[in-house]
């Protein structure tokens, strides 16, 4: 399942520095991830500060 970032998220964007599909973007007030690009590989999660990219 493709990931999606909670209401966690503060908006740094290291999560789209690190996805390889290019599937993260900046939303309204917080990044949004592509489920259509998604590789469901994690890389987002693994640095997040804060744990806002969840699986599912």
């Known amino acids: 399942m493709p990931y999606t970032i909670n209401d966690e998220c503060i908006a ?16 309204d007030g917080k ?11 994690g ?3 693994g640095v997040c500060p804060v744990g806002a990219p969840q699986e599912g």
Not at 12 to 27: K, L, M, Y
Not at 31 to 41: E, N, Q, R
């Open 12 to 27: 740094c964007g290291a999560c789209a520095g690190e996805c390889p599909a290019d599937a993260i973007s900046e939303g």
């Open 31 to 41: 990044y949004v991830i592509d489920p259509d690009k998604c590789l469901d590989c």
């Open 43 to 45: 890389a987002c999660a």
